[in-house]
């Protein structure tokens, strides 16, 4: 059965009826542009074909339930409840055990779409999800979620709200709701995907623009490594990682690190210490990255990205030290294979690798990697092609 089918049997199952319509939205992965977006500098997502949907319909009632098939019985709240649950300190309400982490989501997506749109009274509503994103592999699972929820009940109570703002609101719901503390480029790459294309977003003035990738009209597909492995110290060391970015900025006398440019970085080494330099270094050579990966991609297309890739990796390796050996043999074993180029890709610490292949070699470079890892005696990673797709969409 597909995602959208057991949305819609499990909207069935919840409330004898059909749903009035059903919305559903990307994860994502990140091409490049790592740890820039705190940094108010550059990223350059795309969304993937792995979808989630939201399946959704009226109550006669002021009760908002959702309930999905990750973890299917529904959760109930009042919506004039919903301000009470989530308007206090970010994530009181999951850790106090009121609300299911994974219900945060949708009822956070409800709470922040209506303050956003200031719609004080509106019906009840049914809420069913069902998704084919892999949950916690780099993807942006949470991203999807937020993305068709607010995409559904936008429709479904006429909020109003543009792409952006749909953003902002599954942000929002993230930060204050669930209480993680992330930027904002997963909802703009899930919301606002284009096929074949990524989405280039400043961070800091939000603004956007779509840009073609040309994989499959060159013959190239996107490979993604997840290595499974997944570090206990990846929320203290993206802490750490995001102070010594604020500390150099500090020092530099700067906004944010977007606001030095490689030509200040001899500069800027004399007046930081060797690390929170490195860190620093990384961040200003990424921002750096992402601008050449754009217009690299529309002068010369996506075979000319290795490169760009391969120095984003390396400098997550040994200037920003994020990377784990799981990583780096992904990213090595993938380039022996011949291919244009990989990289670690998300926070860091775990997770997944990226790279571009050869869509005839996908294959061998999927099995060359895997006896690279049985070597190592790395556990077996999850190896998959993601396929550059379209953002939110009305499916019924
Ligand atoms: P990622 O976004 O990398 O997949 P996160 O930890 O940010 O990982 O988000 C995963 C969480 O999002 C899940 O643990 C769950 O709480 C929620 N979630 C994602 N997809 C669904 C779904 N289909 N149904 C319910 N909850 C979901
Ligand atoms: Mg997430």
Redesign the pocket.
Known sequence: MTALSRATELFGRMTGYAPTRVWSAP?RVNLIGEHTDYNEGFVLPFAIEHR?YAAVGHRGDGIIRVA????DSPVEVALVELSALFGGAPGEAVRSGSVP??AA?PLGVAWAGLAFAGTPHTSGVDIA???D?????????????EGAAAGALNDLWLLGLDPLDMAKIGRTA?NQAVG?P?GIM?QVASIMGENDAATFLDCRSLETQGVDLGFAREGLSVLVIDTHVSHSHATGGYRDRRDACMRAAETLDVAALRDVTTGDLERASAQLDDVTFRRARHVVTENQRVLDAVDTLRAEGPRALGGLLVASHVSMRDDFEISTPELDLAVESALAAGALGARMTGGGFGGAAIAIVESDRVGETTAAIAAAFADADFTDPHQFTVVPSHGVLRDV
């Open positions: 994860g989630t999905s098939t990750f973890d982490e994974w989501y999800i069902s998704s994103v892999p949950i916690g592999a780099g993807l942006s699972s949470s991203a999807a979620i993230e993680a992330t997963d």
